[in-house]
């Protein structure tokens, strides 16, 4: 056994010899630190590469599913870059590189679209370290993230000390970057045989590139096609009335689309109207809706739309047309002069009715009062369609005023031509493509108007067909909203009627509808008296550009019978109301 | 000399602590209450959606609900305050607070959204998580009528009124929000399309 000297001198060499090991084990700061090692980059290889056996055997399709892996033995990959070419007979076409971060979330936050870098970035591993260490508690900002990627546009990398320039990403395509690793890509493929060349390079967080890109050589078939048809379409028996700038209730010509495409299942179309020119956008909608801002001249109201789909491969469908028949008002023009047009409905059948000639008379003293004498035109209905203005006339009009005023006391069908079939669906059209219309109403409207329910309804915007009075119990209306009161003509409506006119309805207002006068009722009947009758609907205004939604003023019944005085304020009101005067 | 015992040394430690302890002053103010109440501008849609009062006999009264799920007032620093239907609540109704914005009460700026005690100081913000409940439902003397609404998109849920208002110790400070309906309201062929739009109409302190 050693003394105590003795082992605590070994102690002290062994301590000694400890620590000279120790640093000279260390490194020596002052010597230059190991370089960089280069990241390496492989691929999956699918498809199987680049023989024409394999090829053929394989059927190759042009839609191709890769793989690819990095390593870095120093660090760690913060992206990929790729691209690829397509070996034409013309000629080699190819891709940019495309740069994708290797993350699949943000700090644990997951992402729709995984980050795609913009070429002008200077820095890759910068942009990894942003988006890597974000707080995880900063739900607010990460959403704000995830949401700004899934708009698909580059934005500038949000770095808390600032933007730096260059350094902006966007949301990569979700269908075509499944994961940083993996890529369903689609191969031009326009010829027999189409060879291709796919390149991949990892980065490292020293922003090296990996100087030898993966590749893989492979050839796909060409791509199969489609066929593309119109599904519907506007009827051609008539030429519709379309304006330039769509509305609620003239949105335009509605075609609709369908395909054979056994490839893909997924495709887009695009459209264009009397050339083969000016083709929309690509578009997944399988429909097109057509304005008069479409329409080309053509020297008559046939016009022309043709059709091509796009599917998933890029393959282009042969193009397909079809005719269809459209017109242009010319009230759609801002710059067309205000007219009116007078639609007398009344029949000129002798001994019983209104005569006519004096209802005309009536109304264009009524209208001229109203400063309509250098605008006005008259139309007297007569039967057979050529009877009713047709709709380019109609479209010729800024407002329309239509009365069917009958005798009341001995009414009959007879008396008036109905608004009904194409004279009604001319006037639909009409007020769809923006025109305004007057109408002093007549008895028994929900005869006068087939299909009245509906059209009091979605028209003239009643809460319904109302309910009519059957007795000789009108005695004139009280007027609201700007209206007079109207009073009743004794010359007219004489004591033989107990001076009062039947079959008068009352109405209520729906949505935008106002009541502009109540029924003022002889007898008093509580029903009747003071309840709403006619009925206006201002149409709202959109542009100065555009036509704007129709309006109405609907009297409720026939003015002929009314004092005249009267009407031609009634009137006046009613040019203001569907914006055709600045009077009174 | 005697030697120090342990009463001694305790002596010594509690005045060196004593010593070295700092006398602050702790400002704790009384808190002064914050009242928010709700107003309705409707002047160029009144024609189709009048104001009204609640109609005893029929028992009816025009309607656009809102139902409002939060309310609360902050100072810079993102410093927040709930504000609740009283003085005494503790918390919202979970399924929010419905308020008719055609109430009368709405056009005279008498609708009360809600009341707090809040601290001293100057409140910058006040944020209303609310929304509009369709269709707007008029009452009128022969039938009723309903004129749909349609958000326009994006969807906004909670907006931030800029309010610049102060409250004292133990004074209310009451705060006028003013839903802008000619404002927010679009009106299109059969209904309204709408963006709410709010602002401060008044700060007062009562």
Same mark, same amino acid.
């Given at each position: ?16 010899? $400890? ?14 630190? !190991? ?43 913060? =992206?990929?870059?790729?691209? /690829?070419?397509? $070996? ?5 076409? %190819?891709?940019? /590189? ?24 200077? %820095? ?94 492979? /050839? ?61 956008? /690509? ?49 759609? &023009? ?17 001994? #019983? ?17 109203? #400063? ?58 009409? $007020? !769809?493509?923006?025109?305004? $219309? ?30 009519? !009075? ?25 004591? &033989? ?29 509580? =029903? ?52 055709? !005067?600045?009077?009174? | ?206």
């Amino acid at each position: 056994m050693k003394n105590a000297p003795t082992r605590y001198r070994y102690t002290f060499i062994a301590s000694i010899l $400890l620590l000279g090991l120790v640093l000279w084990s260390c490194e020596n700061p002052s010597s230059s630190p !190991n370089p960089n090692m280069l990241p390496e980059t492989r691929l999956a290889n699918v498809p199987a590469d680049d023989t024409i056996g394999v090829y053929i055997g394989q059927g190759t399709i042009p839609e191709q599913t890769l793989f690819w892996v990095g390593d870095d033995q120093d660090g760690f990959i913060v =992206g990929y870059r790729y691209r /690829w070419f397509n $070996l034409h007979q013309q000629g080699p076409e %190819s891709t940019q /590189w495309n740069t994708i971060l290797n993350l699949a979330s943000m700090s644990g936050f997951p992402l729709d679209t995984l980050i795609q870098v913009s070429p002008t970035a200077a %820095s890759v591993a910068r942009i990894y370290r942003y988006f890597s260490t974000l707080n995880p508690d900063d739900i607010s900002l990460l959403e704000q993230l995830d949401d700004s990627l899934a708009s698909g546009h580059y934005f500038a990398v949000p770095y808390p000390t600032g933007p730096v320039p260059g350094d902006s990403v966007r949301g990569a395509d979700p269908i075509q970057i499944e994961a940083p690793n993996k890529g369903n890509f689609i191969f031009n493929s326009p010829a027999d045989s189409n060879l291709h060349r796919f390149e991949v390079k990892a980065i490292d967080n020293s922003d090296v590139e990996d100087p030898t890109p993966a590749a893989v050589s492979f /050839w796909t078939l060409p791509s199969p096609g489609l066929i593309v048809r119109f599904a519907g379409q506007p009827g051609v028996s008539t030429a519709a009335l379309i304006l330039r700038c769509a509305t609620e209730k003239n949105p335009g010509l509605r075609f609709t689309f369908a395909a054979i495409d056994p490839s893909t299942f997924q495709r887009d179309y695009s459209w264009s109207v009397d050339d083969t020119l000016h083709w929309s956008p /690509w578009s997944r909608d399988a429909f097109a809706t057509v304005t008069a801002a479409y329409l080309q001249p053509t020297g008559s109201d046939t016009h022309s739309i043709y059709l091509q789909g796009r599917n998933r491969w890029g393959v282009v469908s042969p193009i397909v047309s079809t005719r269809f028949r459209a017109q242009v008002p010319a009230i759609d &023009d801002p710059a067309w002069p205000h007219r009116t047009l007078f639609i007398n409905s009344t029949r000129y059948t002798g001994a #019983g009715n209104v005569d006519s000639l004096l209802s005309m008379s009536f109304y264009t003293e009524v209208l001229d009062s109203c #400063g309509k004498r250098d605008s006005l035109d008259t139309w007297l209905v007569r039967a057979g369609a050529a009877g009713f203005p047709s709709r380019v006339q109609l479209g010729t009009y800024t407002s329309v005023v239509v009365a069917a005023d009958v005798r009341i006391s001995t009414f009959n069908g007879a008396a008036v031509f109905q608004i009904n079939g194409d004279r009604r669906t001319r006037l639909q059209d009409y $007020l !769809n493509a923006g025109g305004k $219309l007057i109408y002093s109403g007549s008895p028994d409207i929900g005869f006068m108007i087939s299909g009245y329910a509906g059209w009091a309804v979605n028209y003239l915007h009643y809460l319904n067909a109302g309910v009519v !009075n059957t007795g000789l119990d009108f005695g004139g209306s009280i007027g609201t909203e700007g209206y007079p009161n109207i009073r009743l003509d004794s010359t007219k409506v004489t004591a &033989d009627s107990s001076y009062a006119i039947r079959m008068i309805s009352i109405g209520y207002p729906r949505g935008f509808g106002e009541t502009i006068s109540l029924f003022n009722s002889i007898s008093n009947n509580p =029903g009747f008296e003071n309840q709403p009758m006619g009925i206006r609907y201002k149409g709202p205004f959109i542009s100065p550009e555009c036509r704007s939604i129709y309006s109405i003023v609907h009297f409720a019944f026939p003015l002929y019978f009314a004092n005249k005085s009267d009407v031609i304020q009634a009137m006046k009101q009613a040019f203001v109301d569907v914006n055709e !005067n600045s009077i009174p | 000399m005697s030697k120090l015992n342990r009463y001694h040394w305790l002596v010594i430690l509690a005045s060196v602590i004593g010593l070295s302890c700092e006398q602050y002053e702790y400002a704790s103010p009384t808190p002064g209450i914050l009242e928010v109440r709700f107003a309705v501008k409707n002047g160029v849609n009144a024609n189709y959606i009048p104001f009204s009062a609640f109609d005893t006999s029929t028992g009816t009264q025009n309607r656009l609900a809102m139902i409002m799920n939060r309310l609360d007032v902050r100072q810079s620093g993102n410093v927040k305050q709930e504000i609740y239907a009283s003085l005494s609540a503790i918390r919202r109704n979970p399924d929010g607070d419905f308020f008719n914005c055609l109430d009368v009460a709405a056009r005279d700026s008498n609708l009360f959204l809600g009341i707090a005690y809040v601290p001293p100081g100057t409140y910058s913000e006040l944020v209303v998580s609310a929304s509009l409940i369709g269709p707007i439902v008029i009452f009128n003397p022969w039938a009723v009528n309903e004129i749909p609404i349609n958000p326009l998109p994006p969807y906004v849920g909670s907006f931030t009124i800029p309010i610049n208002a102060t409250v004292q110790e133990s004074r209310t400070t009451v705060v006028v929000v003013t839903l802008d309906l000619d404002q927010s309201l679009i009106q299109r062929a059969e209904d309204y399309d709408y963006r709410i739009v709010y602002y401060a109409s008044s700060v007062q302190q009562l």
